[in-house]
């Protein structure tokens, strides 16, 4: 289960965001000061931060550049700033995403679901149900078995598993993976995805992991 930290020093705030990333089957901690904040980052080594920048005892300034000292631990920062020079700032220090007071739940939860999708976790592992994909060791297991891959095989399934729920046509499999800068044979792709399905689904005639949006294209399912 992914943990998720709040820094939030307005209650009624945290208690709805608490409230709504549970709901989501998020593990969910809250803190109200910035200086809490760095204690509570090392000891619970959330998968994401969402960070309000007007904060008691350290600014969320302060706090974002503190942890891109000693991590790359997605931040979003969630604030009433609303200034374009304030958010080139945010992102300047390293968050990876902005939100402005008052905010739609139902987007900001679209957003860390986007982040967390981008981001794999600390420990370089992409996980979609008993498949896992090692970005550091360039390995998939599946119940713990590693499955041979070619290396435009490990490419596809990385670029599907870290944009889970995003379709992709042929075409863009083309350019993102195969790196073609101009139209290909989009046969390729099919023959990639079926022959990664053999090796990685239980029967690829139904598969589970890499999906097919009919007309569209490619996708694996999200969280």
């Not at 307005?10 to 204690?39: C, H, M, Q």
């Not at 600014?59 to 958010?87: F, H, M, Y």
Request: aromatic content about 8%; charged content about 35%.
């Amino acid at each position: 289960m992914d943990r998720i930290l709040i820094v939030e020093d307005e209650r009624p705030i945290a208690e709805i965001l608490e409230f709504n990333l549970r709901k989501e089957g998020y593990d969910v901690a809250v803190v109200y000061r910035g200086d809490e904040a760095l204690e509570a980052y090392r000891r619970l080594n959330p998968r994401l931060i969402v960070l309000d920048l007007m904060l008691p005892g350290m600014s969320g300034w302060d706090v974002c550049r503190q942890i891109r000292r000693e991590s790359n631990v997605p931040i979003l920062i969630l604030t009433a700033r609303d200034g374009a020079e304030s958010k080139v700032e945010g992102l300047e220090l390293g968050a990876d995403d902005y939100v402005t007071k008052p905010f739609d739940m139902r987007e900001l939860l679209a957003r860390i679901r986007a982040i967390l999708r981008r981001f794999p976790g600390q420990d370089g592992l992409l996980r979609l149900g008993d498949l896992e994909m090692d970005l550091e060791n360039f390995t998939v297991r599946k119940r713990g078995q590693e499955i041979p891959l070619t290396l435009r095989e490990f490419e596809l399934l990385r670029h599907l598993l870290l944009h889970r729920g995003q379709v992709f046509t042929r075409e863009e499999l083309l350019r993102d993976v195969w790196d073609y800068q101009f139209p290909g044979d989009v046969r390729t792709v099919d023959v990639a995805i079926r022959r990664l399905r053999e090796k990685i689904e239980d029967d690829s005639a139904n598969p589970r992991y890499v999906l097919t949006k009919r007309g569209f294209g490619y996708y694996a399912p999200g969280p």
